[in-house]
């Protein structure tokens, strides 16, 4: 049975003071009137499909649960929107409602294709949280070496950071976002577990923010959700993810075996006592000076080969002690004049990430809407609208369903499985 105007009226007014927003806001996003805005949350006037679609993301709500036959507080985008502040000048908000909404729309899409992901590999460690910022490092360390140890990832580099997360079922997404928010960790019922990085972020950071947000997934879902601030660095559980960031990206066993397979990170004086059955035999080694000394062209290799920046690098050295604060500040300074740069040139070391996860992403969820389209399940228009969604125009949605073949008098010969 259809709900009755006067209740959606009633839906719409919840969700907007869900978000903390005020009439003003609402009729300033629809370009109606404030008393528009009154009269529509009363039941006194009817609202169209394109506005209500335009209110759907506004409040980061699935347009169907407006008309649907119970409506229900959605917790998590609450909460979300209480957290944030209009300091930005809603910056993290309106990222916020473009992660919901192509989380959403990514979700319907694989329900309409009938995509099932499982989340049973997804492991949850129970950590308390952490009582202070020792303890949060730790805790960090701890759990990227049994996350480490249960991917079977041994010592290596980790790879391509998306793959591995998709390969545990875990959605992945880029989205625009003001420079402060690195990314942010979605755990809802409709949208799944999602990740979305800053897509203006350089691809290096992106790898060290994807296996932060991937923290939050093994340690802090039941939040629901979490926005990563770099204001925010000195919060525990931040704390805890760059830890576990730190660590995954760059184990300790493996840093010390790339460093030893540079001829470097061997104690400048090594003493053993050695027992033969009957007595100690003392035995005493000493390097020749200078020869342990890291350099900053052993930096950018080893940045290379776990693929972070040369001054993640450069702290993963210093808290493992294979380097010290004064070589540490020298190594720091010639990384920020630029020679990290041209020395990588000059050793013809190819970008630390070649791959445009945005374009990937992209790909994939365009792929996903033309073969719905190819099934009938959605419309052309439909599909116009999802390519909006990840920056495509109308013009490369229609150029992509005439190459794929699928122009409306193709669409009719699909044969569809039986339901």
């Given at each position: 049975?259809?709900?009755?105007?006067?209740?959606?009226?009633?839906?719409?007014?919840?969700?907007?003071?869900?978000?903390?927003?005020?009439?003003?806001?609402?009729?300033?996003?629809?370009?109606?009137?404030r008393a528009t805005v009154a009269q529509i949350e009363l039941g006194n006037r009817s609202v169209s499909g394109l506005e209500l679609s335009k209110l759907a993301y506004l409040?980061?709500?699935?347009?169907?649960?407006?008309?649907?036959?119970?409506?229900?507080?959605?917790?998590?985008?609450?909460?979300?929107?209480?957290?944030?502040?209009?300091?930005?000048?809603?910056?993290?908000?309106q990222a916020l409602r473009d992660c919901m909404a192509l989380g959403r729309e990514l979700s319907n899409l694989e329900d309409l294709l009938r995509i099932t992901r499982s989340l049973t590999t997804v492991a949850a460690y129970p950590f308390p949280a952490p009582r202070s910022k020792w303890e949060a490092i730790q805790i960090g360390s701890q759990v990227a070496m049994e996350e480490r140890r249960r991917l079977g990832l041994g010592s290596a580099p980790i790879g391509d950071p998306v793959a591995l997360l998709e390969g545990q079922g875990v959605r992945t997404g880029l989205v625009q976002m003001p420079a402060d928010v690195s990314g942010l960790m979605?755990?809802?019922?409709?949208?799944?577990?999602?990740?979305?990085?800053?897509?203006?972020?350089?691809?290096?950071?992106?790898?060290?923010?994807?296996?932060?947000?991937?923290?939050?997934?093994?340690?802090d879902r039941d939040s629901r959700g979490l926005v990563s601030r770099v204001s925010e660095r000195d919060d525990l559980r931040e704390v805890r993810a760059n830890s576990f960031a730190a660590n995954f990206l760059m184990p300790e066993e493996g840093v010390r075996q790339f460093v030893g397979s540079l001829g470097k990170g061997a104690l400048s004086r090594i003493h053993a006592d050695v027992y033969d059955g009957t007595d100690v035999v003392p035995v005493d080694s000493r390097t020749e000076p200078g020869t342990q000394e890291i350099q900053l062209y052993d930096v950018v290799q080893l940045a290379h080969y776990f693929g972070v920046s040369p001054l993640s690098a450069l702290y993963r050295l210093l808290n493992l002690k294979l380097i010290n604060e004064p070589e540490f500040t020298h190594l720091k300074e010639l990384d920020q004049e630029g020679n990290s740069l041209r020395l990588a040139k000059l050793l013809t070391l190819p970008p630390i990430d070649q791959v445009d996860h945005a374009a990937e992403f992209n790909r994939r969820f365009l792929g996903l809407a033309l073969e719905a389209l190819r099934r009938e399940l959605i419309s052309r228009g439909k599909l116009v609208e999802l390519a909006a969604q990840v920056g495509a125009t109308r013009d490369d949605a229609e150029a992509l369903v005439q190459s794929a073949g699928?122009?409306?008098?193709?669409?009719?010969?699909?044969?569809?499985?039986e339901q």
């Amino acid at each position: 049975m259809a709900i009755t105007q006067q209740e959606l009226g009633r839906r719409l007014r919840d969700a907007r003071e869900a978000c903390g927003l005020k009439q003003e806001d609402v009729a300033q996003h629809l370009g109606v009137s404030r008393a528009t805005v009154a009269q529509i949350e009363l039941g006194n006037r009817s609202v169209s499909g394109l506005e209500l679609s335009k209110l759907a993301y506004l409040y980061a709500r699935d347009i169907q649960d407006f008309v649907a036959q119970e409506f229900a507080e959605d917790d998590l985008v609450h909460a979300l929107f209480r957290s944030e502040t209009d300091s930005d000048g809603d910056g993290v908000k309106q990222a916020l409602r473009d992660c919901m909404a192509l989380g959403r729309e990514l979700s319907n899409l694989e329900d309409l294709l009938r995509i099932t992901r499982s989340l049973t590999t997804v492991a949850a460690y129970p950590f308390p949280a952490p009582r202070s910022k020792w303890e949060a490092i730790q805790i960090g360390s701890q759990v990227a070496m049994e996350e480490r140890r249960r991917l079977g990832l041994g010592s290596a580099p980790i790879g391509d950071p998306v793959a591995l997360l998709e390969g545990q079922g875990v959605r992945t997404g880029l989205v625009q976002m003001p420079a402060d928010v690195s990314g942010l960790m979605v755990s809802h019922p409709r949208v799944g577990l999602f990740i979305v990085i800053n897509q203006t972020h350089p691809a290096v950071r992106q790898r060290f923010s994807w296996c932060h947000e991937y923290c939050h997934v093994l340690l802090d879902r039941d939040s629901r959700g979490l926005v990563s601030r770099v204001s925010e660095r000195d919060d525990l559980r931040e704390v805890r993810a760059n830890s576990f960031a730190a660590n995954f990206l760059m184990p300790e066993e493996g840093v010390r075996q790339f460093v030893g397979s540079l001829g470097k990170g061997a104690l400048s004086r090594i003493h053993a006592d050695v027992y033969d059955g009957t007595d100690v035999v003392p035995v005493d080694s000493r390097t020749e000076p200078g020869t342990q000394e890291i350099q900053l062209y052993d930096v950018v290799q080893l940045a290379h080969y776990f693929g972070v920046s040369p001054l993640s690098a450069l702290y993963r050295l210093l808290n493992l002690k294979l380097i010290n604060e004064p070589e540490f500040t020298h190594l720091k300074e010639l990384d920020q004049e630029g020679n990290s740069l041209r020395l990588a040139k000059l050793l013809t070391l190819p970008p630390i990430d070649q791959v445009d996860h945005a374009a990937e992403f992209n790909r994939r969820f365009l792929g996903l809407a033309l073969e719905a389209l190819r099934r009938e399940l959605i419309s052309r228009g439909k599909l116009v609208e999802l390519a909006a969604q990840v920056g495509a125009t109308r013009d490369d949605a229609e150029a992509l369903v005439q190459s794929a073949g699928l122009d409306e008098e193709d669409l009719h010969s699909v044969v569809l499985p039986e339901q």
